[in-house]
């Protein structure tokens, strides 16, 4: 459905996105990781149409967005990272503006209004003014003005930026209930239990490349990261690492009673445990370190997402 | 604390270098264009001189004589006209006024008779006119009048006391042209040179007053509420709404007319409740040509939304336009007629008044309310002020595509 080959932006003298490329299929939640500053909102701004790239190509349902740029936008929708809209208007207001930008005939616009409003659960506050509403009530609005000509496609620039944890939640359903209706999304953000959540697949962007793309397991497969189980003992005498160096690889924290061993957290667990009782170690804390994409970001960039 | 805050919104405003340069420029400027508003520069050189126009119906040589006398003055030139294309230019305001050598000029001034001769001027240009008129009477007084009174004098001897020796008349007409004694000074005031407002002769007078304070003033506070225009897509700009309205389907420009269209209609809104209110208020003629009035408002809105999206155009932040709104608003203002009436300025001014949409403006309510022109007669100025919208349109547009993406933050 989107097919990005080579794409390279630079702004004076910075080079923001360096010759990336990937495909996005149809009825994917497709998550651009990265942390501020890694080229993802310049990718989203020309895939979206509005920023010109200096190389490469866009494509989207087959169609070069640089060669027909409003055919595109009549398929995309876009949820800006900023709350765009108008605080003194209602939300009706604001959403049959919104829609009337791409010319829906006024019954039909209502119809939209009146659906999205349920989906986003904002139905009994459609009269209110957006200055009165919660942060997390905005961003429902700041969505629902981006799907109401019905695209094929929503890029969604950091949607949750400063929500509540159930304002978030609220946002996560509409995300999931928008991509069960067939809509591709393209989901930026650096919040990685975002993007476990929701995507099917995920490009890691850091310095304007993309350095690993895939859905989760394969990134996993990818990375080096391991899974591993970190254990600190009540006491522990060095014969008693030396038995348990004799069946895992362990990285000992002697100062700290602690080691760590690398496994299969799920398989090993058992054992290692059992192993830890048969000679007579007794266990303070237990720690499992699953691979997620925090640690496959870490290994792939020496850094933190959130750095 | 407080010196990091200093600091920082220094270093912020130092780092937007058009809105340095206007916040120093500005300042400047204005002091320049009042110093020549009030002829406070340039004031050794040379003045330019009034040019008035002439008719001799007389066509003799004591008219001839005047005439030359007065063209030889460093302040005035004289142009010689006939007497209908001469009131026509006066009526239009092309011509301060024209002086009118009637039929019979010479044998007056023989006769000793009051001098048939009329000065039909632009009461819009009242001042001026009264400038001129001081110099007018001063010289045709050091020429005809004496001629003139000694004449009426010699006929009054004779008739009533035929008995005066010659010399003592001789002493009196010397008095008269020493200049310095009683006598010479009330002689002057004989003299009177009949002097009639063209606008007067044909319609009830207006109040020119309040024409000038309702043009000039009206434009002033248009070009302000229009400056607001600006504002607002500063704050699209910073509420994130105008790189919501660039993801749409819509054109880069298609949201700067849009701003204009709004622009235009609440001018043209504006310049209505402002006539209303000078006709209730003050009994501003109002219906005298509305055909002419509602078209000059139209065209004069165009032009002055022409210059609110300029301003959207060109600022990039609250301060650029904050800066370029004053500064372009009071310029406009100041030299095209809305602070100070133009014919209290110098004629370099007068010049330079025509860059300015406020002097199309005004000049356009004066033809309706003073002048009285015919709406043909109006054409020009409206045609002048379209010109200045589409001008000014064309450049906004082209500036605007220009700087749409930098205002969002691509």
Known sequence: MIQVNNLSKSFDSIQAVKEISFSINKGEVFGLLGPNGAGKSTTINMMSTILKSDVGEIHINGIDIKQSPNICKQLIGVVPQEISLYDDFTAYDNLMFWGSLYKIPAKELKKKISDILELIGLSDRKNDLIKTYSGGMKRRINIAAAILHKPEIIFMDEPTVGVDPQSRNKIFEIIETLNQQGITIIYTTHYMEEVERLCNRIAIMDSGRIIAQGSQAELLQQSNAKEAIVITFQTVSETQIMQLQNKFELEINQEEQKVTIGCDVNKDLSNIISVCNNNNLKIEDIELKKVNLEAIFLNLTGKHLRD | ?410
């Open chain 2, 1 to 410: 604390m407080i010196l990091t805050i200093f600091k920082k919104d220094i270093k912020l405003f130092f780092s937007d270098k058009r809105a340095v340069l206007l916040t120093f420029l500005m300042p400047i400027l204005l002091i320049s264009l009042f110093a020549f508003a009030f002829g406070g520069v340039g004031g050794n050189s040379k003045a330019k001189p009034i040019q008035l126009l002439v008719v001799d119906i007389d066509d003799s040589s004591g008219s001839k004589s005047v005439i030359a006398g007065l063209d030889s003055l460093s302040g005035l030139t004289l142009i010689p006209k006939e007497i209908e294309e001469a009131i026509g230019l006066v009526r239009k305001g092309k011509h301060v006024g024209v002086l009118i050598f009637e039929k019979g000029f010479q044998d007056s001034i023989i006769a000793g008779n009051s001098l048939p001769m009329e000065l039909k001027y632009d009461a819009a240009r009242e001042i001026e006119m009264g400038m001129l008129q001081s110099v007018l009477m001063q010289k045709l007084m050091s020429t005809v009048g004496k001629k003139s009174i000694k004449a009426k004098m010699s006929r009054y001897f004779d008739e009533n006391f035929s008995g005066i020796p010659s010399s003592i008349r001789e002493k009196i007409f010397n008095d008269m042209d020493s200049g310095n004694s009683n006598m010479s000074s009330s002689m002057n005031d004989s003299l009177s040179l009949k002097m009639t407002s063209i606008i007067k002769e044909v319609t009830k007078k207006g109040n020119l007053g309040l024409i000038q304070a309702v043009a000039g003033t009206a434009i002033m506070m248009l070009l302000f509420s229009i400056a607001t225009i600006g504002g607002g897509l500063i704050d699209e700009k910073e509420s994130g709404t105008l790189k919501r309205l660039l993801y749409s389907p819509l054109k880069p420009t298609d949201i700067l007319f849009g701003k204009m269209g709004a622009a235009l209609v609440l001018a043209i809104l504006q310049l209505l409740v402002m006539f209303l209110f000078s006709w209730l208020v003050f009994g501003l003629p109002i219906f005298k040509d509305i055909t002419a009035l509602l078209l000059m408002i139209l065209t004069t809105a165009f032009a002055v939304s022409s210059f609110g999206i300029f301003l959207v155009a060109i600022a990039k932040s609250r301060q650029q336009l904050q800066g370029l709104s004053t500064i372009i608003i009071l310029t406009m203002s100041a030299i095209g007629g809305s602070m100070i009436p133009l014919f209290v300025m110098p004629t370099i001014m007068q010049k330079i008044a025509v860059v300015s949409v406020n002097y199309w403006g005004i000049q356009g309510f004066y033809d309706i309310f003073w002048r009285n022109l015919s709406l043909i007669d109006m054409l020009p100025k409206m045609g002048i002020l379209i010109g200045i919208g589409l001008v000014m349109t064309i450049i906004s547009v082209k500036l605007f595509k220009k700087n749409v993406l930098k205002l969002v933050d691509v």
